[in-house]
T-cell receptor
Framework: AQSVTQLGSHVSVSEGALVLLRCNYS??????LFWYVQYPNQGLQLLLK??????LVKGINGFEAEFKKSETSFHLTKPSAHMSDAAEYFC???????????????FGTGTQLKVEL | DAGVTQSPTHLIKTRGQHVTLRCSPI?????VSWYQQVLGQGPQFIFQ???????GRGNFPDRFSARQFPNYSSELNVNALLLGDSALYLC????????????????FGDGTRLSIL
């Protein structure tokens, strides 16, 4: 079974400050990891993904995440927050399908990011 | 190109009724997945279909069913609606959803907001 834990249901930062959203995963098979963003009344938009290869992954809108196997973490960062970054962020892990369950996504409970002036 | 489209956008039903939600994937995508997102939580996997066959099922009761059509569009059906079924229902499509093809990201629609009175 796979699971994701997002520490901090709400994070508040000042505009221009560093954004750090935490994600830890549990997986019995090599994980494929994703970050999605959800704006109000919208679906989920893919920010970035880790599959194989480079452990530092760059995504859209200046976000990046680093896969650390030893820490079972995949934290999301952005050097300088912008007001438009205010949204809910979800970390997700993918099932490889080896257990017969297709390639479903298992999501964390989300982190609401607030950006203040 | 059009993204994943879902209809209707909003729906109000009463307990005991039946509902059908519809999803059209991105052109060329053969895999469709359904997720339920209850307010304040991350999306929960319901079903995945690939090439019209069910490839995964989440921990949902038999009141939930789905199917995929030859044009790869999909329907999610929920019978005997309960108050707890009130949620945002998200559809996602991906280019490949076969066994082991997990490094293809899922693209989400804006969802159907279902309210049960």
């Amino acid at each position: 079974a796979q699971s994701v834990t997002q520490l901090g249901s709400h994070v508040s930062v000042s505009e221009g400050a560093l954004v750090l959203l935490r994600c830890n995963y549990s997986s019995s098979v090599p994980p494929y990891l994703f970050w999605y963003v959800q704006y109000p009344n919208q679906g989920l938009q893919l920010l970035l993904k880790y599959t194989t290869g480079a452990t530092l992954v760059k995504g859209i809108n200046g976000f990046e995440a680093e896969f650390k196997k030893s820490e079972t973490s995949f934290h999301l960062t952005k050097p300088s927050a912008h007001m438009s970054d205010a949204a809910e962020y979800f970390c997700a892990v993918s099932d490889l399908g080896l257990t017969g369950g297709g390639n479903k996504l298992t999501f964390g409970t989300g982190t609401q990011l607030k950006v203040e002036l | 190109d059009a993204g994943v489209t879902q209809s209707p956008t909003h729906l109000i039903k009463t307990r005991g009724q039946h509902v059908t939600l519809r999803c059209s994937p991105i052109s060329g995508h053969k895999s469709v997945s359904w997720y339920q997102q209850v307010l304040g939580q991350g999306p929960q996997f319901i079903f995945q279909y690939y090439e019209k066959e069910e490839r995964g099922r989440g921990n949902f009761p038999d009141r939930f069913s789905a199917r995929q059509f030859p044009n790869y569009s999909s329907e999610l059906n929920v019978n005997a609606l309960l108050l707890g079924d009130s949620a945002l229902y998200l559809c996602a499509s991906s280019l490949l959803g076969g066994r082991g093809q997990v490094n293809q990201p899922q693209h989400f629609g804006d969802g159907t907001r279902l309210s049960i009175l």
